[in-house]
T-cell receptor, first 110, second 115 residues
């Protein structure tokens, strides 16, 4: 089966940088995705890593290391609006739908 | 208009009642999904469908059933609701062309409370 582990909560201050880690166990997968969900809202797609390395999209970057079964989401120049839950997800080669981690709740403080 | 819509947005019902949650999409996607979200447990897959004739159980399908009435419509039924089915339910769609990412587009969610 597949399993993904993330920290349950992370707190950071406005303007800072924060890293949200995701470790996974799966026999094979296409890549690692990240989703953002604000309180009361729906999850929205943020980024995807098919290959090892860093993918950058504005203030957000995502990293994947297949050899370490590890990835992270990096948020720079934190803003209050970044307070949300962040989920990593994988599409395994043996399974036809995404498996999501349990999510990391990020609180950005002034 | 929203691309993925869910009705109702909120529902309170009693144990033993039959409940149907509906999902419609205008994105033209073939793949549709139903997830359940509980605090601290993330998103868990209930059922998914890759076309009208391809319906599959997810990791927590017991107590639920689905119907794919058309490419654009995917409904979730609780035949006899029980209190531990109280949760936030999300419908999602994805596009075959993004098969390796399987990028999902979520509806606004239905908050279901079973008393």
């Amino acid at each position: 089966g597949q399993s993904l582990e993330q920290p349950s909560e992370v707190t950071a201050v406005e303007g800072a940088i924060v890293q949200i880690n995701c470790t996974y166990q799966t026999s094979g997968f296409y890549g690692l995705s990240w989703y953002q969900q604000h309180d009361g809202g729906a999850p929205t797609f943020l980024s995807y890593n098919a290959l090892d390395g860093l993918e950058e999209t504005g203030r957000f970057s995502s990293f994947l290391s297949r050899s370490d079964s590890y990835g992270y989401l990096l948020l720079q120049e934190l803003q209050m609006k970044d307070s949300a839950s962040y989920f990593c997800a994988v599409l395994s080669t043996g399974r036809r739908a995404l498996t999501f981690g349990s999510g990391t709740r990020l609180q950005v403080q002034p | 208009d929203a691309d993925v819509t869910q009705t109702p947005r909120n529902r309170i019902t009693k144990t033993g009642k039959r409940i149907m949650l509906e999902c419609s999409q205008t994105k033209g996607h073939d793949r549709m999904y139903w997830y359940r979200q509980d605090p601290g447990l993330g998103l868990r897959l209930i059922y998914y469908s890759f076309d009208v004739k391809d319906i599959n159980k997810g990791e927590i399908s017991d107590g639920y059933s689905v119907s794919r009435q058309a490419q654009a419509k995917f409904s979730l039924s609780l035949e006899s609701a029980i209190p531990n089915q109280t949760a936030l339910y999300f419908c999602a769609t994805s596009d075959l062309s993004g098969a390796s990412t399987d990028t999902q587009y979520f509806g606004p969610g239905t908050r279901l409370t079973v008393l």
